[in-house]
């Protein structure tokens, strides 16, 4: 597919893909005979990936370790052995991390709305 649908299936503006790939966090599987970026399923995942830690605060050095973690264990010949829990580890690891920041979210989100409740009860004192 081209990065037009990619867009619009990652909710990923055209410019952050383009900015992704200049990083080298997705490159696009192939190019079509006009040059335009191809991409597939696999692609789109990786971007998805990719999305759902930005909102967390991981940089796009954390992004590169996970996605390469991930690449080596579903590579077409996975390592085993010791190689294998190593990279287990290093997923394990950004799992907890992502857990702890989202519990902070939610403090950050609980805290908000207390605002909101705060003001809309000034604005209306009989409502909750």
């Known amino acids: 597919m081209q990065i037009g649908e990619v867009a619009a299936r990652t909710e990923l503006s055209l410019r952050t893909i383009r900015h992704y790939e200049e990083t080298g966090l997705v490159v696009p599987s192939a190019r079509s005979r006009g040059g335009f970026r191809l991409y597939t399923e696999a692609d789109v995942a990786r971007?998805?990936?990719i999305r759902r830690m930005k909102p967390?605060?991981?940089t796009l050095d954390q992004m590169r370790d996970l996605l390469q973690a991930i690449d080596r264990l579903d590579a077409a010949d996975p390592p085993g052995g010791e190689e294998r829990e190593a990279l287990l580890d290093?997923?394990?690891a950004y799992e907890?991390?992502?857990v702890r920041k989202i519990a902070e979210l939610r403090v950050q989100l609980s805290?908000?709305?207390d605002f909101?409740?705060?003001l809309r009860a000034r604005l209306d004192p009989g409502r909750p």
């Open 96 to 98: 907890q991390e992502a």
């Open 116 to 118: 909101a409740s705060t």
């Open 111 to 113: 805290r908000a709305e």
């Open 90 to 92: 290093r997923v394990r």
């Open 56 to 58: 967390l605060g991981f």
């Open 47 to 49: 971007l998805m990936v």
